[in-house]
């Protein structure tokens, strides 16, 4: 492993310990590369869905799981 396979691994793991702590602060939006991601699955947020609810920390189908009894 050189000195650009080593930096590599660790922006890689900042960048998911970062992900890891932001999601701790439940709640909060998290934010990746300019994108709202979901706090459970980490897929992207669609924009109607934000249009729908602005502060929406789930996409539709975790936030639906969730609300199941």
């Known amino acids: 492993m050189d000195d ?3 930096a590599a691994l660790a922006e890689e793991t900042f960048r998911a310990a970062s992900i ?3 999601k701790q602060a439940k709640g ?3 934010i990746v590369d300019g994108d ?3 706090e459970d699955c ?3 947020i669609p924009k109607r869905r934000l ?3 602005p502060f929406a920390t ?3 189908r975790c936030q639906q ?3 199941k009894p």
């Open 20 to 22: 890891a702590s932001s």
């Open 65 to 67: 799981r969730r609300e």
């Open 51 to 53: 249009e729908a609810a």
């Open 36 to 38: 709202i991601v979901c």
């Open 4 to 6: 650009l396979d080593r």
């Open 42 to 44: 980490d897929l992207v």
């Open 28 to 30: 909060v939006q998290t």
């Open 58 to 60: 789930r996409c539709i």
